[in-house]
């Protein structure tokens, strides 16, 4: 009990780490514990338009434990000229870390759906990442294109960085939104850095 | 597609509903989305004490959804001596109209969730309800007693709105809980107010 008790403590960390998008009703940054529950639901209300057969009960965990890495390695925007790769190594290494304070048995289980996620190789990984590219773009779309303004990122960017991904996972929502980034290239909310 | 969006959209609010609990890593208070967050995420990896048969999927859904109304109605501290069943109607109005921004029978899914968390007569609700109870606890017994010290409530009206839940739904982290809360009172931890 107390090795679940040390994990549920160790997660309030994620409270703490700041994304680069705002939340919609108040001028601060949304953090990643809120922006999980976020792509959870976000999932779950776009099941009608996942492929057939995807397990939806399976997004929603992969949704909910896919940033836990970030309590040790901060989040990176997407948008980011990073090393991936190497990014990608640090966060598995916190993983591995913060599930091991749970008994091994549920660690593993936490471990084998944050490397599903990152694999991308199950119809519910390939929803759940569609899901997670796609919220951010969607509280941009809200609101005048905020993060994308700050950063100066360009719209070839953004597209080159979620088109793929997204209509891949659920081609229904890419639809939805290419017209949306369209109408919001018309309106200049883009800038002209094609990394930050 | 775009009621979807809507709904998606129209959570954001709940970033922005403020509990009693602070977060423990930095001076500020929790929100109900990163709750919901992090509830889903102790239920889970409190499986292996819930009552054989507990669905934890339907646990999981019960604890996105449930705290849905507070964009309407705000969060009430547990111990407060409030008119209980109104502020359950009002929240009952709160999620008609939060969850009628998606398609209905997405809407009946979600409103059959929320009432199933609300009357508690599954083994999932009880255990979802456990969960939620123990949360602020938790965070509490991480944090010198903090809600609890700034509200002036005592160890009586802890006990009297938190054991019978915590019991029904989950005995093992209620007999975890029980040594924990009697060492807090040893500490001072509590006031003496049966109600706020």
Redesign the interface.
Known sequence: ??S??D???E??????VTRKTK????DRY??S??H???I???A???A??APAGTDI?QV??LL??HDIGEIDTGDTIVYANADWTALKAEELAAVQRIFGL??AS?AAELLALWQEFEAGQTEAARFANACDRA?PV??NL?NNGQSWRENGISYQRVISRIAEPIETGCP??WH?LQARLAAAEAAGWFGDKNTV
């Not at 939340?23 to 108040?26: F, G």
């Open positions: 009990m107390q679940v008790i994990f549920v403590l997660l309030d960390k994620l409270k703490t939340t919609l009703h108040s949304e953090n514990a809120e999980s529950w976020q959870a639901l976000l779950w209300s776009l009608p338009y009960h929603i965990k909910l434990v749970l008994p549920q919220m969607l509280l809200a229904a929502l939805y």
